[in-house]
């Protein structure tokens, strides 16, 4: 009983649904002007900039905190980084392969989205796939959440997290939760891994950049 009681878990759970619903209100922050006015420059780089200062305080009071977001780069870590990047890639050719047909709903809806943009707005909301995105999700689901669940056990740390950041991009099949919940876990194991979200961010980044390249 005592164990029970040290987990803490009404504190717990409120990190992770104010966390949960913190990253989508960002997420959304940048989406919501490029779907009402595509051609609003001025809405789309104030949200963009809005975004980036809230997420960036996240990350600032997070390392100010615990230390855990940014640190001295080690090659170790990096060589964790690029082993999880090839499993990472040999997973999702693998549900490529075996599901060449599933095309998941956020990401086409992204690609439409993209389809009404040019110029600068295109710019920028490529950017917030490829930088404002990860910052966004590495410091709240790998970050902050992992501090909050820092009493209980690893795999919790692990789990709880990876499953929060796969449902917050709303799959709607179990391949889809496939996908998202690897892609979660790779990058969950990057940042247990080297103690620094730091890595785990870097590697989401290069992986929406060739997603982005590659779309």
Not at 75 to 84: E, G, H, K, P, T
Not at 92 to 119: E, R, T, W, Y
Request: proline share 4%; charged share 10%.
């Amino acid at each position: 009983m005592e164990k029970i009681k040290s987990l803490r878990v009404p504190t717990a759970l409120g990190w992770l649904v104010g966390g949960w619903i913190l990253a989508q209100v960002l997420n959304g922050l940048t989406i919501i002007p490029a779907v009402a006015s595509p051609k609003n420059v001025v809405a789309m780089a104030a949200m963009w900039v809005l975004t980036f200062v809230i997420a960036g305080g996240l990350a600032y009071e997070l390392q100010r905190k615990n230390h855990s977001v940014f640190g001295k780069i080690h090659w170790r870590s990096v060589l964790i980084v690029v082993i999880a990047f090839v499993l990472l890639t040999a997973y999702g050719n693998l549900i490529a392969h075996f599901f060449p047909s599933v095309d998941p709903q956020n990401q086409v809806d992204l690609d439409n989205i993209v389809k009404k943009l040019s110029g600068v707005n295109y710019i920028l909301f490529q950017s917030t796939t490829v930088i404002l995105a990860p910052l966004i999700e590495d410091v709240i689901f790998r970050g902050w959440m992992v501090c909050a669940l820092s009493t209980w056990h690893k795999v919790f740390q692990f789990v709880i997290p990876t499953v929060l950041f796969a449902l917050g991009h709303a799959p709607a099949t179990w391949v889809e939760w496939a996908i998202y919940g690897g892609m979660g876990a790779a990058f969950m194991a990057v940042r247990m891994l080297t103690g620094k979200v730091q890595y785990s961010m870097a590697m989401h980044m290069v992986w929406n950049f060739l997603a982005v390249v590659a779309s």
